[in-house]
């Protein structure tokens, strides 16, 4: 009983409202509708209001378009457009809004580095800066004499920055002297920094140390070449002989301002008297004297062996910690 009073009360409230009014409601509330819409609806009340809304847009579209094409006509003889321009941009020129027509010309980009200032295009000639990162030289700390020279050598990263130009210097040009080069020229003693910078501001520098070539103030005088030594026995009969050839020699500066003299002998042995297939060393008596004729230091220098006919080569004899000065070498027999 219930459900059925129920069902009866529903049907009544729907023919009461009226389903054809529900539809006229819609489309009336449609705001794309328009008296062409209300008039579609009212013809056939069954079609949807999206369905009649995408109708509508249909024909406003071909109703538009032909009316473009009938008023083309009747432009030419009707008053010219009262053009409203709109500014020229970087690709248009000036345009009329009503009638598209341009005068002048585009702008053009106007690139700042990376794009346009004006409309954001990328600039298709840029090319990134490459900042330098780092710059190096190949020494740290170096040691060089007085009116010597020593070239260093740079490197930057990364090695395609854009802007590789470096500029070198010398924290005192009074004890080292550096060229655009990198070129370090030693003026007095004492220590300075050498600094090559990058134009962004990246250095790298090498103490350098500028000291008196000591060596270089000492000599040595040697006998004229050749010259023959013999090697005495105890009974006073030639044991060998020898003839030097050469003698050459170097000044070494040791740690406390001191020298070294490094003397070299070559030659040949020229007698033996065990017989010229006897292999054995050559001697060589020396003495070292200084400035004022003093013996400084004596010795003998024993070759490598050789045998009658052969030849030895720079046998090397050392004569330590000697004050840098003028000395005189002289070659004697060894009895
Ligand atoms: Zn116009
Ligand atoms: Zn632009």
Redesign the pocket.
Known sequence: MKIKSIICMLICLCVLSGCGGNTEQTAASNPVSSSTSSRRTTTSKSVSSSTSSRRIESATTESSATTTVAEAPTTSSQPQCSHIWQDAT??EPRTCILCNQTTGKALG??YSGKY?V????SNPNYEETIEVYYLSLDQYSETIYIGNQISLTYSIYPDNATNKKVTWSSSDSSVATVDQSGVVTGISAGEAKITVKSENGKTADCKITVKEDIAAKSSLSVPSCPKTINYYSYSGSIYSTTRVTDISYKFEETYNGEVNLLIYFSGEKTYDSQGSGQSSSCKIGYKLYDADNYVIADGTAYTTSVKVGEKYKDKEEIIYFLKPGAYRLEILHVN
């Open positions: 970087c690709t980009h106007s346009c004006r409309c954001g295009a």
